[in-house]
């Protein structure tokens, strides 16, 4: 099988980091590879009913992660009502969760917790490094914009200058003195391209499993990466009124981990997002997508939330199997910025490298890390001439 394409670099994944590394080496002939039929990664941006709904990272984009030249959205909606808590079959509500915890017995104190660290993080409490778990009582406000996260990769999209390959996953990297050959098969077809460097944008899991580190210190680091998971079921309403007009509602007794509101600034619809953050997407698991619905339903209509009526609501369900990196004390020890070179003519990007981090994923880590090595790549080109 011989070597027929031949380009600068080959970025595998096209998530957020991987289309930002393809976007910052635009000067340069890219291939970018995509085992799924669209671009984005956990960025899902979904039609429903009347209104776009978002299934996987859902709070609104930073405008400064917009590809040079990309306008930015028109319209954004800010979330600012209260959270609150349906514990031992009452509902309470407060502005803050310092304020929520007041007015609950100590009691219940550890239970809340752990679930209001899931308004951020989708892995579990106990799992996180110290310094990460006082997260639970940041005030967070899922802020979305009219178009939802789906603009941002649009607005790659539409700037891209790499020939892009969809569908099509990778068996195999070979790197030799001067390039990378890359293997890669869409169905029964399989091809074959050479690259002068390679940035493989996935999650640790597949980089791990493509690439051979030359410091086994980055194989070790690579190896302790592991991912929180979660499923959401998003419902849409329209013309209806809820009191209160809650951002956030967790739920420490029940399956469901948490329902989060998100609606446009003149409240004609809601999309209603609730998750089963983690252990919850075992149970989730059990049940089909229909099951899953119909128990959803009826654990939203328990909440006692005034106007709240799923009944006939329609709704979509997406389970990711891999969410955000769980940041715990094994990988912050283990985090290098070199880390992001693990041989000579292999580069690594994604969330999970970010340095320095926002939250320790996401999108913002996502982009930052893109365009990081996109920049270190085009050092290491530049230096071969």
């Not at 799924?36 to 941006?45: F, H, Q």
């Not at 302790?224 to 509602?249: K, Q, S």
């Amino acid at each position: 099988m011989g070597t027929e394409e031949r380009y600068d670099a080959i970025v595998i994944g096209a998530g957020m980091a991987g289309l930002a590394a393809a976007h910052a080496l635009s000067d340069r002939s890219v291939l970018l590879i995509e085992r799924e039929a669209r671009l984005g990664g956990r960025v899902l941006t979904v039609e429903q009913a009347s209104g776009l709904v978002d299934l996987g990272a859902c709070f609104a984009f930073n405008v400064a992660l917009l590809p040079a030249g990309a306008p930015a959205p028109r319209e954004s909606s800010e979330e600012r009502g209260a959270i609150g808590v349906h514990y031992a079959g009452k509902l309470v509500f407060a502005d803050t969760a310092d304020a929520l915890l007041s007015q609950l017995p100590s009691t219940a104190r550890g239970a809340v917790l752990r679930s209001l660290f899931h308004q951020i993080h989708p892995g579990e409490l106990a799992e996180y490094e110290e310094s990460r778990r006082s997260d639970a009582l940041f005030d967070f406000f899922p802020d979305h914009w009219a178009e939802r996260n789906g603009a941002l990769v649009s607005a790659y999209e539409r700037a891209l200058k790499a020939r892009v390959e969809r569908g099509c996953s990778v068996t195999r990297l070979d790197e030799r003195a001067r390039e990378v050959v890359v293997e890669y098969e869409n169905g029964t077809t399989r091809r074959v391209a050479a690259a002068r460097a390679v940035i493989v944008a996935t999650d640790a899991c597949v980089a791990r499993s493509l690439v051979v580190p030359s410091d086994p210190a980055c194989a070790q680091f690579l190896h302790a990466v592991r991912y929180a998971r979660y499923t959401v079921v998003a419902f849409r309403l329209e013309g209806v009124t809820l009191e209160p007009d809650f951002r956030f509602i967790v739920t420490p007794d029940a399956k469901l981990s948490l329902v989060m509101q998100q609606s446009p600034s003149d409240r004609s619809s809601r999309a209603l997002l609730a998750y089963y953050a983690d252990r919850a997407s075992q149970f989730a698991d059990t049940l089909d997508d229909a099951a899953l619905t119909e128990h959803t339903r009826q654990e939203l209509m328990q909440l006692g939330v005034a106007g709240l009526d799923v009944r006939q609501a329609p709704a979509t369900v997406k389970r990711w199997a891999i969410s955000g990196t769980i940041l715990s004390a094994e990988y912050a020890a283990l985090k290098r910025a070199e880390f992001a070179r693990p041989t000579r003519r292999v580069f690594l990007a994604g969330d999970y490298l970010a340095l320095p981090p926002g939250w320790g994923y996401g999108l913002d880590d996502a982009v930052a890390s893109g365009r990081a090595t996109g920049a270190l790549l085009q050092r290491a080109l530049e230096s071969e001439r």
